[in-house]
């Protein structure tokens, strides 16, 4: 069955930098898209980074592009989130997503001094 397990969460001063891994098993990881959402505490989840099978076309949110970078290794089927210049509001529990459907189980981020 389809299995993703994030990683790499955890307490980060702000300008700080963490890097959150998904590892996957159970479908073809290769052509698949993967995305990062996040919700931090009293708003909704949002969409913070999502790439294509290929790794050829990325997307971010607004508020993370140009800090936040999304990569995958297809060998070892697990995509990546490299975050950069953190800033207190990207404080929130991170998570992997694939399909309309599959969630890993969530990381936390905290970005406090």
């Known amino acids: 069955q389809v299995q993703l397990v994030e990683s790499g969460g955890g307490l980060v001063q702000p300008g700080g930098s963490l890097r959150l891994s998904c590892a996957t098993s159970?479908?073809?990881?290769?052509?698949?898209?993967m995305s990062w959402y996040r919700r931090a505490p009293g708003k909704e989840r949002e969409l913070v980074a999502s790439?294509?099978?290929?790794?050829?076309?990325?997307n971010y949110a607004g508020s993370v592009k140009g800090r936040f970078t999304i990569s995958r290794d297809n060998v070892k089927k697990t995509v990546y989130l490299q975050m950069n210049s953190l800033k207190p509001e990207d404080t929130a529990v991170y998570y992997c997503?694939?399909?309309?459907?599959?969630w890993g189980q969530g990381t936390q981020v905290t970005v406090s001094s």
């Open positions: 790439s294509t099978g290929t790794g050829g076309s990325t």
């Open positions: 997503q694939y399909g309309s459907r599959y």
């Open positions: 159970g479908f073809t990881f290769s052509t698949a898209a």
